[in-house]
């Protein structure tokens, strides 16, 4: 059987060492079986383990393989669309629930990271960084509409501000959230990797599921084995696959492409983030990034719908890297890659169950570092009887792409075109 490796990439590079782990071979038994070892699958898994199921996971690669192992390692809080868009759609009951979880994922990687002592270079301090005035008055109401939901840890900031944190002439202002932050999102994964094993959870890494045999004792496949199960959470996200048909028609795998450059120096990193806070700007195509432990600079931008890998992502990503410091022209990429999120129609992500026990939550549309945390809280909430907030995301209306499986690709290229379009006039 193939042993897929990780990407090469700046976090493969300077992963924390974990041992071996084997396929699955012949048949195992157990409560859960959770079908991927990205965030989402992890912390449901934890969040299980903790509260006594006994839990296998099914890794098609490795722990991380995924978006998990390969992200800007942004801890950005909410959802992928605002919480009034939310509200207008399902209503204020429904929308003060999604709203009162909006910072609760954060929170979460931080207790895992002080409970397991996971080593992965968790700094505090996120920035939306506002080109326009236009984007600025955004920030300004998307601050008054989460302090609603009790978030009031956020600061906005003038031009003179900003630019004591993000060494960037480009912006008119921006917010501050310190409940954001970043982290080395590999070793991350790989830590609660290992706070799973050490709560008794099995990973099997190079074993994906190939079929999933439904009904009251559900059964998982791999290419040399299965795993019987109660319950089963699907957890493949832009990964799966056609693994669940039911899922793939409303959701839709878009690449992304990060570039890390060689290590800056002190003097130099500092300069361009003297705080070491994590910045996303406020377009609809956003630009991202931050230094690494090692003062590196780790800038991602741009989507490629229907995830085809680029031939050469420097020579899209450095460009734009270039327009925010230009003083980085003599400094070399030593790391370029890509990876794989999963948009849904209403960028909020899609959860739900299939019959009576197979679970799922996927497509939170490329904020995921948070909310996958808290989908394995919420999951695991369900799987116990307690329903509530998994219903609050259950209940969210979901659409097919137009177009199909064939067209949507080229669709959600023009929507972004156009969005893209107006973020480069600046309305
Ligand atoms: C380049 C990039 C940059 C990003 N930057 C940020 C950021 O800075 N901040 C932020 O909030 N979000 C960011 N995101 C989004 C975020 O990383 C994802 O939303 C999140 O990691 C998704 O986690 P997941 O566990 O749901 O999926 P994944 O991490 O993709 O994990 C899915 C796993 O399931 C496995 N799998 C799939 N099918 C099967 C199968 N049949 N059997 C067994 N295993 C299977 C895969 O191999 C994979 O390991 C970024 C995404 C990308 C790609």
Redesign the pocket.
Known sequence: MAN?PYPESYYAASANAVPPRPALQGEVETDVCV?????????SALFLLENGFRVVV???????????????????NSYSRDIDVIERSVGPKQAQLLGEMAFEGGRIIRERVAKYNIQCDLKDGGVFAAITAKQMGHLESQKRLWERFGHTQLELMDQPRIREVVGCDQYVGGMLDMSGG?IH?LNL?LGEAAAVESLGGTIYEQ????RIERGANPVVH?PQGKVRAKFIIV???????N?VPELAAKSMPC????ITTEPLGDALANSLLPRDY?V?DCNYLLD?Y?LTGDKRLIF?GGVVYGARDPANIEAIIRPKMLKAFPQLKDVKIDYA??????LTLSRLPQVGRLGDNIYY??G?????????HL?GKVLAEALRGQAERFDAFADLPHYPFPGGQLLRTPFAALGAWYYGLRDKLGF
């Open positions: 897929t079908i991927g070892a990205g965030y989402t699958g992890l912390s099914l890794e098609a690669a490795k722990v991380g393989f995924g978006a998990s192992g390969r992200n800007g390692g942004q801890i950005v970043h999102p994964a074993s994906p599921a190939v791999t957890a493949g996200n832009a990964y799966l696959g693994l690449g992304t492409q990060v994590c996303e991202y931050r991602g890659w890509t990876g794989n999120f999963l939550s996927q939170c549309s490329g904020h995921g570092v948070t909310y996958t989908a």
